[in-house]
């Protein structure tokens, strides 16, 4: 799976638990959507990002990939403390210029 650079540092910072590589994924004014609820900013991104990884240790195993131009889906197997735990997850990513614009994950 041919997965862009910053996708796959993404899912090396995940897998690391390591939230300030996560964070730093993401443009300055980088917006993700957890749970309905939007996170904007590296700050903000990577606090989210610590507080879930102390709560759930997910790890994300990709499974697909789609690319429109900007725009892309992952379909990551994710595994954790999680109630439902493994489950297949969406991220659609809006990339621009090599670092996440936006980020919204789904069941």
């Given at each position: 799976?041919?997965?862009?650079?910053?996708?796959?540092?993404?899912?090396?910072?995940?897998?690391?638990?390591?939230?300030e590589?996560?964070?730093?994924?993401?443009?300055?004014?980088?917006?993700?959507?957890?749970?309905?609820?939007?996170?904007?900013?590296?700050?903000?991104?990577?606090?989210?990002?610590?507080?879930?990884?102390?709560?759930?240790?997910?790890?994300?195993k990709?499974?697909?990939?789609?690319?429109?131009?900007?725009?892309?889906?992952?379909?990551?197997?994710?595994?954790g403390?999680?109630?439902?735990?493994?489950?297949?997850?969406?991220?659609?990513?809006?990339?621009?210029?090599?670092?996440?614009?936006?980020?919204?994950?789904?069941?």
């Amino acid at each position: 799976m041919n997965l862009p650079k910053v996708v796959t540092d993404l899912i090396k910072a995940q897998n690391n638990l390591v939230s300030e590589d996560f964070a730093n994924c993401f443009s300055e004014t980088g917006v993700m959507i957890e749970e309905g609820m939007p996170y904007t900013g590296r700050i903000q991104i990577q606090e989210l990002i610590e507080e879930t990884n102390k709560k759930y240790r997910s790890v994300m195993k990709p499974v697909g990939y789609i690319e429109d131009g900007n725009s892309s889906v992952l379909s990551a197997e994710c595994s954790g403390t999680f109630p439902g735990s493994p489950a297949v997850l969406k991220f659609h990513f809006v990339i621009v210029d090599g670092q996440i614009q936006h980020l919204k994950v789904t069941g």
